[in-house]
């Protein structure tokens, strides 16, 4: 079953065990006693500093210094003074302890839970956490802290709190799955601290898995597979050997800079969705981000996300990596924002969508651009881009409405990054074709081969059924590219490419032959290109794009490709 977005990568085999939290209810009983019900509570909260202190101290062995340190914030909740002092005054008022200690707690966790920055809404779940823990000894039905593994095992639940995590026994867990959380999720962050493979997000597998029985948890697609036989047990071992040998064989390439054997370097961006998705890419060591979407800002909010909650988001991606490629919205074809009013369009893709939608809603677009120049201060390089510009017209309007955000910014003495590099989108047949005249204008290009193919080939990306279309190794294609890339050059204008193509390790190579500056693509791809543009010169590499453009369709591309590959590495 396909269940889960991958949180953390590999491959792994167990029984399922669910770690399951009761549902604790509260007594109704009056509160007969002031000073009983406050040592009772005295009492839970004494119980569960000492649970945490003994789990802390059995995590020491597994975590580094961050993960110590959620364990300390909530030993430090757990004895604030501030909610100490409003549960007692509860109970002076009358209700029992585990009534008094759940109003004072409900009342911090929705006051995080209201609050605009992602990390303080996020320490909502750790009050929860203690919460629970402090309830469940008041109740009387203290949480079971170790699960006594003794075989290899998946843990599932809803949700895991670092507690739960803290308590496992590593011997025998193999994997985490999660019906809740995202790949920022306490869960996400210790499976990737670990090393250990992990689905969130995975919805109602509590209901669809058997504890008990064994599965192999496919966390490289998203999958489970219940009671495999022999042989794909076999063919997944061999997968998770291979990709620990990859994986350990590939780490000397982390920091170093992409370069071909004989010294051209040829940067390996990341592209990403949120500043979220750093902790992803961080492992894989890009040189940058040479994609970044912001649509899932504006689409992850019921409202438009305001002036600071978006400087907020940029600002985390500008300072962590000196090079950010960041695209403006891209919304329109199958991505709508429910606050925007969007006309219902026959053919979506070929609509209001990208640049042309953020300029016909001109302040919605001044924001966006005035929340980067501001969010940029301080950030040598960062680099806006448009997205689906067709007609040269469009790509002025653009500039012209940065031009208006700037001098609104200079009028209302705001600081700002002054120091911003232009660019487009080429993922348009007419404005590959027109590459030259909008080299002329901008500082860069990034092909968006995903949209480029689509509308090139007339092919939907997302129709299998014209997917013999959809071919990234089609020649035309890659002719096309070619184009687009010696005509950037004329201006000396950088290209890159950010579409799915850049990081398939064969096309790449090709690209990087044409003159390609720069390759933005999935984090995972980006080690195993850099190891082999490391083995193979430049002039290797112009020689297989010739070769390549010389071919008709995207068969002879492949051939071509394989052979001269294996006369090479
Ligand atoms: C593309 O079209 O290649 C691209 C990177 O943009 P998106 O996939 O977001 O449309
Ligand atoms: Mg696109």
């Given at each position: 079953m396909n269940i889960g977005t991958v949180a953390s990568k590999g491959i792994a085999v167990g029984k399922v065990v669910v770690l399951d939290r009761p549902t604790l209810t509260i007594p109704k009983h009056e509160n007969q006693d002031v000073a009983l019900e406050k040592e009772t509570f005295k009492e839970a909260i004494t119980r569960s500093v000492e649970n945490l202190t003994a789990i802390k101290a059995k995590m020491a062995d597994h975590f580094d210094d961050e993960h110590m340190a959620i364990m300390d914030a909530h030993l430090q909740m757990l004895q604030d003074p501030e909610i100490r002092s409003q549960t007692h005054d509860l109970i002076d008022q009358g209700k029992n302890a585990a009534q008094a200690y759940e109003t004072v707690t409900n009342t911090f966790i929705a006051m995080f839970e209201a609050m605009e920055d992602d990390y303080f809404r996020a320490r909502a779940a750790d009050i929860q956490d203690i919460q629970y823990r402090v309830l469940a000894h008041l109740i009387g039905t203290?949480?079971?802290?170790?699960?006594?593994?003794d075989e290899d095992t998946l843990i599932a639940a809803h949700d895991l709190t670092p507690s739960d995590t803290a308590t496992?026994?590593?011997?025998?867990?193999k994997g985490f799955i999660t019906e809740v959380g995202g790949v920022t999720s306490h869960t996400a962050i210790m499976a990737r601290a670990l090393g250990i493979p992990a689905l969130v997000g995975a919805k109602e597998a509590l209901s669809k898995l058997n504890p008990g029985e064994v599965y192999v948890l496919d966390a490289l697609e998203g999958k489970l597979i219940a009671s495999p036989d022999e042989a794909t047990l076999a063919s997944y071992k061999e997968k998770a050997e291979q990709l620990l040998r990859e994986k350990q064989r590939l780490?000397?390439?982390?920091?170093q800079v992409t370069k071909t054997r004989d010294g051209h370097a040829l940067p390996l961006f990341a592209n990403i969705g949120?500043?979220?998705d750093l902790a992803l890419v961080e492992p894989h060591g890009?040189?940058?981000?040479?994609?970044?979407?912001?649509e899932f800002l504006f689409m992850n909010e019921k409202t438009m996300p305001s002036l600071q909650k978006q400087i907020d988001a940029y600002q985390k991606v500008f300072e962590a990596y000196d090079t950010v490629i960041v695209r403006t919205l891209d919304i329109g074809g199958d991505k709508n924002l429910p606050y925007l009013q969007q006309a219902k369009e026959d053919n979506p893709f070929l609509g209001l969508r990208a640049l042309r939608l953020t300029l016909k809603e001109r302040e919605l677009f001044k924001t966006q651009l005035k929340a980067l120049l501001i969010g940029g201060k301080g950030s040598p390089h960062i680099h806006i881009m448009f997205p689906m510009v067709a007609l040269e017209q469009e790509l002025d309007a653009a500039i012209e409405v940065l031009e208006e955000v700037k001098s609104d910014l200079d009028q209302a003495n705001e600081p700002y990054q002054k120091n911003v590099k232009i660019g487009i989108m080429i993922e348009i047949p007419a404005a590959a074709l027109n590459a030259e005249r909008l080299a002329s204008k901008v500082d860069f290009f990034s092909i968006g081969s995903n949209d480029l193919i689509q509308y090139t080939y007339a092919a939907?990306?997302?129709n299998e059924a014209v997917g013999y279309l959809y071919?990234?190794?089609?020649a035309t294609l890659l002719r096309l590219i070619k184009h687009v890339i010696d005509s950037a050059h004329k201006h000396n204008t950088e290209v890159g490419v950010c579409g799915?193509?850049?990081?398939?390790l064969w096309l790449a190579l090709v690209l990087a032959g044409m003159g390609i500056d720069e390759l933005s693509m999935q984090?995972?791809?980006i080690l195993p290109i850099r190891e082999a543009l490391s083995k193979l010169d430049l002039k290797q590499l112009q020689e297989l794009s010739e070769r390549v453009l010389a071919c008709h369709d995207s068969d002879s591309v492949k051939r071509t490709i394989q052979e001269t590959l294996a006369t090479l590495i």
């Open positions: 203290p949480l079971k802290d170790a699960t006594l593994l496992l026994d590593y011997r025998f867990v780490q000397k390439f982390k920091d949120s500043p979220d890009a040189e940058g981000i040479g994609l970044y979407r912001t939907d990306r997302m071919q990234p190794f089609d799915e193509m850049g990081g398939d984090p995972s791809s």
